[in-house]
């Protein structure tokens, strides 16, 4: 059976030692009141190997938010996949929307940089959505399934087995605006039958989709209620233990 994940997303917050703080501070917290779902942080990539060094692994897994789409070589500031595993890391998150909207970050280069990571043993969070415009004339699915078509689609079905998919609506990221649960589940939905057309049942069936934009601990349990949506992708509300902590704990209810 696929998974539950709460995945964070820190985005660039928190400097080293604030990211420390947190870390620890989510750790004891888990300690003392086991999840029920799996927990993933992805930090910034200076804050990966201290980071992995005071998580307890049971219970929270370690992601970078991106990677290169080159294997190694000069490249002048970039990380690799290979970089990234090295820290003890065993997610990166690609393809979210700021990297596609700031970064210029296309399907080919998602396709590149997705290969990498599965080659270096990554499990690869890989985000799909909708912009506010694509949505208003109901572009949404056909927006999504050419994301997954053009970065994910062309793996063996082995391979999908590592893609976690994150369906974001752009419109939704940071703005409190959250997908009502029926419009979240409405695309999940589609997401898995199309999973399902591409590599059948079974792998669509085993996919976790997490749901991303403003979710917080008061809309995850409603959103996590649905049949389709494995858990949630969260940037804001990952960088405080206590609304990350209740997100987590929306599986409980
Ligand atoms: C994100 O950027 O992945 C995200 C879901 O952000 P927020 O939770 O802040 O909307």
């Known amino acids: 059976m696929r998974k539950k994940i709460v995945a ?3 985005k660039m917050n928190l400097n080293l030692q604030e990211g420390l703080a947190l870390a620890k501070e989510l750790n ?4 003392a009141d086991k999840p029920n779902c799996d927990v993933v942080i992805c930090t910034p990539f200076i804050h990966l190997a201290s980071v992995e060094n005071v998580l307890d692994k049971s219970l929270i897994g370690l992601g970078a938010e991106n990677c290169a789409d080159k294997e190694k070589g000069a490249y002048t500031g970039e990380v690799s ?8 890391a065993q997610y990166v998150i690609l393809g979210h929307s700021e990297r596609r909207q700031y970064y210029g970050e296309t399907p080919e280069i998602l396709k590149e940089k997705v290969l990498l990571a599965l080659k270096n043993g990554l499990k690869v969070i890989f985000c799909i959505g909708e912009t506010l415009e694509e949505r208003e004339s109901n572009r949404q699915n056909p927006v ?8 994910v689609f062309n793996l063996s079905a082995t391979e999908f087995a590592n893609i976690i998919i994150a369906y974001e609506p752009i419109w939704a990221i940071g703005t409190g605006k959250t997908a009502t649960s029926e419009q979240a589940e409405e695309m999940h939905a589609f997401i898995r039958s199309t999973v399902a057309e591409k590599f059948g ?6 996919t976790s989709i997490l749901y991303g934009g ?14 389709n949506i494995d858990g ?3 940037g804001g509300a990952a960088l405080k233990c206590e609304d990350f902590k209740g997100i987590i704990d929306a599986w409980k209810k």
């Open 8 to 10: 964070g997303n820190w």
């Open 28 to 31: 004891n917290a888990l300690k």
């Open 81 to 88: 996949a290979e970089m990234v595993k090295s820290t003890g």
């Open 144 to 151: 999504c399934k050419a994301q997954l078509e053009g970065s």
């Open 201 to 206: 049942k079974d792998v669509a069936e085993n």
């Open 214 to 227: 403003s979710c917080k601990a008061s809309n995850a349990p409603e959103l996590f209620a649905k049949p």
């Open 232 to 234: 949630g992708l969260i």
